[in-house]
């Protein structure tokens, strides 16, 4: 072989390698792939038995229950919206604690729609006792007189219609593609999202371009929402606004930080197994978020507490699988809903106290108002929880970044070896074939987003 054609392999091989590399660069994106554990859907709700089962409690309950079923995504699903109240009780909506929750923003974390439908079991089965006396009967009254809860239970239906009927359980986005929880008006289409259509983060056309995030808007302009929480699964962290790029950059914090944070240590600290790690999203995570649903609910429409729970992850996954990484397995179902849901019980506690003393002590329509503090400073109390989720977040990112700087290393040590074979016009290294395999390491290589 003379070395002419040596040196034509050689630019041909440097070219299928910086190809490989680029596509292990965007591998952020989760693509189909065969899952080493499935759900078994008699243990985990399948998207018609969420429908069904949905409907079967608004039907019975609807003296406390009701679908507001309007709210439907781009392909006609409903999102199954429901409002938990006592309708004929003397307070009226705007003096109870009116809070609303989401679920099922990401397709392929089903676990925060299981660990719905475990609180409105709890609810309901106290609505039955209602009149008897029981324990179970005096927390619901106890929630349904004093509460106002808007529950978004399906958020994205096509994402999940998408997911089960594909069998790809990977799937983030809506049935396009789009990650809903880059498409909020708040630092919409920064760094922190994607305009790539095959991106897993792909934010759509424009904020708000998907009738799936219409609904928060609409109900936001309608309801003055004391607290909003958007629940999620793929790691065990709460987070307080906020999450953009900008934010990160300028270490920017919400007005409320002072009582969101008490109100995330008593969440954290509610959990029967181990405390949550919590703290400021941009300190807690290495990565930013662009146009999230909590951010928008901070930052346009003052909503006093809002917080991304990410309610469940797996302690040491490993592979490439997504279901078992984002839920747990079907056996262990139960008793790990049945491990979180003391944190809604702590949540509306704290904030039933909040609103008596905050209506006992001021006027509403002043001290609702959230905006961006400007000074930056903290309340003394709380620096040891920021001080916390500052740690936290060095220790993650130290993690995440490990696999990427090997990535990056071969890369350099690849092309650094194309140049300089390529100068001298030599083949050597092809005869002995140290080349690591990409593919393999692509495998490890998931930063798989989860807010
Ligand atoms: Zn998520």
Known sequence: MNSDIKYRILIAWCTFVLIIFQQNVRSEKITFQKENYTPDYSFYHNVTSIVSHMTKIVNKYGKYINLKDEFRSKAGHSQLVIR?????????GRDKVQILFAFGEHAREF???????????????GLDELHQGSLSGAYSAWVVNNFDIYIIGMTNPDGRYYLEESGNYCWRGTGSGIDLNRNFDWNFAGPGSSKDSHDEEFRGPRPFSEPETGVFIKLAAKISFDAFLSFH??????????????????NRLPENIDHMLKLAR???HSSPSRPFQFGLAHRLIDYSADGTSFDYMAGVASVPFSLAVEMWGHENHTGSSCFDEFNPRSEHLQEE????????????SYLLTWKTRKSAARNRASSTLIRVRKDNSLNSEHQQDVLYASQTSREISRSASFESQIIYVIFA????GCVILGVRH???LMR??????LKSLSLTFSLCKHL
């Open 84 to 92: 938990i109240s006592n309708f004929t009780s003397e307070k009226s």
């Open 111 to 125: 676990f925060p729609v299981e660990s719905m439908f475990y609180f409105l079991k709890n609810l309901t089965r």
């Open 233 to 250: 699964s793929g790691i065990r962290q709460i987070y307080l606004p906020f999450a953009d790029t900008k934010s990160k950059q300028q």
């Open 266 to 268: 008593r969440m954290s």
């Open 337 to 348: 809903v049945a491990l979180v849901h003391p944190l809604y019980v702590e949540m509306l």
């Open 413 to 416: 040590l690849v092309v650094t």
């Open 426 to 428: 030599t083949c050597q």
């Open 432 to 437: 002995k074939k140290r080349i690591v395999s």
